[in-house]
């Protein structure tokens, strides 16, 4: 049944068929060793806020600034929201208001570029993310894409490449951050090519955000022009995004402009407040902007420190253990929440079979690309792992080392149905000792 801390009493008498996949849902989330690096466990506070009363409210504007009566309390929100952002990243301006990190880089684009600018990301395959210029996302559409690879080498990025590349190409925007890449991130080289080359630079951060504010991956605060962040994935907070940017934009032209159209050309902040609503969105999901809000005070505390810390540590614990088994990783480790391992030596192509033999033995990973796959991205060749769920369950060093070697074992012995059996038994086991909620 319903576990008792998450009582859904009333879809339970009012909505039966939906009741009983939530139930089936919170018995899978109990029983299995949730690896998908995007995601994570929120706090009971977070969750309560996010379905809060707040669901039933219109709020199109800003705090102050709205459309609709009855904002005394969502104001209020929303305030505490954009001065908890800004504290927590060190951050001059904040817009919370995104629905997730999608529309949230739309926004920014919307806000700096014109359609037919260019624009510099890392490729897809490489670890990139859709919106970062990929062909059929609206972000190469709309915008001219021009990405950037990883070294063929040593699968990291090669940032004397990074920089010939955008002196030759000169894009309007230069986009560091990534969906499955395990090292660290240059953001101030990122920056200072951007200025090289008269770019605005952007950091999508929404993987390593709560490793940032833990203190355990280098910021790109304060000096990179404009930070996406989605809040549900190592920031533990709820599904959504926010944007922090500076205040000024240093590249507007004021050529010609009276003082007043100056000060607005230069103000970026209010470019991208203006992109989110109206340029983009309608009415901000206000439960979600009291969730954000919460979990931004959450991520303030030492005890969230303490959490970023371990979910590295645990990642690279688990690297250990995978490679010491003779499994292949994508650069040789990690320095982060995630891992990405190469399955080329086993089989080109099997990132899904392994995904899913991985599943029926209780552990919940996703196929990935990896850098140069010799296969396509519906069968790729590599599973992409990480540790921020296992963490927030309390599981620590002793803990990654089962587990790398229960994935060891399933990736080497893929097709052993018994095997798969048997470990899903003993995964049942462990996650026993590591409830959540
Ligand atoms: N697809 C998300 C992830 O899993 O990394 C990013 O959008």
Request: proline share 5%; charged share 25%; hydrophobic share 40%.
């Amino acid at each position: 049944m319903m576990s008792e801390n998450i009582p859904y009493d009333a879809i339970e008498k009012k909505d039966s068929e939906i009741f009983k996949y939530l139930n089936l849902e919170v018995e899978r989330q109990k029983e299995v060793l949730n690896m998908i690096p995007s995601e994570n466990y929120v706090s009971k506070a977070v969750l309560e806020a996010s379905g809060s009363i707040l669901t039933n409210k219109y709020a199109e504007g800003y705090p102050g600034k709205r459309y609709y009566q009855g904002m005394s309390n969502v104001d209020e929100i929303e305030k505490i929201a954009i001065e908890r952002a800004k504290k927590l990243f060190g951050a001059e301006h904040a817009n919370v208001q995104p629905y997730s990190g999608s529309p949230a880089n739309a926004a920014i684009y919307y806000a700096l570029l014109k359609p037919g600018d260019k624009i510099m990301g890392m490729r897809l395959d490489m670890g990139g993310h859709l919106t970062h210029g990929h062909n059929v996302n609206f972000s190469a559409r709309f915008y001219k894409s021009t990405p950037y690879v990883l070294d063929k080498e040593t699968q990291m990025l090669d940032m004397d490449e990074i920089r010939k590349l955008a002196i030759r190409e000169k894009p309007k925007l230069i986009i560091s951050g990534y969906t499955a890449y395990p090292r660290k991130i240059p953001f101030k080289e990122f920056h200072e090519i951007a200025e090289e080359v008269g770019a605005y630079s952007m950091a999508d951060i929404s993987h390593i955000s709560g490793l940032i504010v833990g203190g355990v991956h280098p910021s790109p605060f304060p000096f990179t022009d404009v930070v996406m962040t989605t809040t549900h994935k190592t920031l533990r907070g709820p599904r959504g995004a926010i944007i922090l940017s500076k205040k000024e934009d240093r590249l507007a032209n004021v050529e010609g402009l009276d003082e007043k159209k100056a000060k607005r050309a230069k103000n970026l902040a209010l470019k991208i407040d203006r992109a989110v609503f109206p340029g983009l969105q309608g009415g901000p999901h206000m439960n979600v902007i009291a969730a954000k809000a919460v979990a931004f005070e959450e991520a303030m505390t030492p005890e969230f420190k303490d959490y970023a810390k371990q979910v590295v540590t645990n990642a690279k614990v688990l690297a250990e253990t995978l490679l010491d088994n003779g499994v292949k990783l994508v650069t040789g480790g990690t320095d982060n929440h995630l891992i990405l391992i190469d399955l080329t030596p086993i089989g080109v192509g099997i990132g899904k079979e392994v995904a899913v033999a991985l599943e029926n033995a209780g552990i919940v990973a996703n196929m990935n690309t990896i850098p140069y796959d010799p296969s396509t991205p519906f069968k790729p060749s590599g599973l992409r792992i990480g540790t921020p769920l296992l963490t927030t369950r309390g599981m620590k060093e002793e803990e990654m080392q089962i587990i790398g070697e229960w994935i060891s074992r399933i990736i080497l012995n893929r097709k052993d149905a018994a095997l798969q059996k048997k470990t899903k038994e003993e995964v049942k086991a462990l996650c026993e000792k590591f409830p959540f909620y």
